[in-house]
Nanobody
Framework: QVQLVQSGGGLVQAGGSLRLSCAASGYIFSIKTMAWYRQAPGKQREMVAVIASEGTTTYVDSVKGRFTASRDNAKKTVYLQMNTLKPEDTAVYYC?????????WGQGSQVTVSS
């Protein structure tokens, strides 16, 4: 079965950095586009970054230049490097993959940025 297991996150001061990891299993990782989403309290879940199988990335405007998505196909892991964090980046972050029409989610990682 498809599993996404996240690690990373935590509490950081504004301007700091964090890295999230998402280890995947149960499908052919290398051919799948992966995505990172986040959900802040009282807000809808939004897509933050997408990384295609060959490594092409796209980002929501609010994180461009600060966040970097990457992947290691040998380790079946995607990463989200978050730099110059702002209080408005505070949210629970989720990795996501769509396999055969079904969306799968990691368990979520809390990121809290203090001002």
């Amino acid at each position: 079965q498809v599993q996404l297991v996240q690690s990373g996150g935590g509490l950081v001061q504004a301007g700091g950095s964090l890295r999230l990891s998402c280890a995947a299993s149960g499908y052919i990782f290398s051919i799948k586009t992966m995505a990172w989403y986040r959900q802040a309290p009282g807000k809808q879940r939004e897509m933050v970054a997408v990384i295609a199988s060959e490594g092409t990335t796209t980002y929501v405007d609010s994180v461009k230049g600060r966040f970097t998505a990457s992947r290691d196909n040998a380790k079946k892991t995607v990463y989200l490097q978050m730099n110059t964090l702002k209080p408005e980046d505070t949210a629970v972050y989720y990795c996501n993959v769509n396999v055969r029409g079904v969306g799968y989610w990691g368990q979520g990682s809390q990121v809290t940025v203090s001002s």
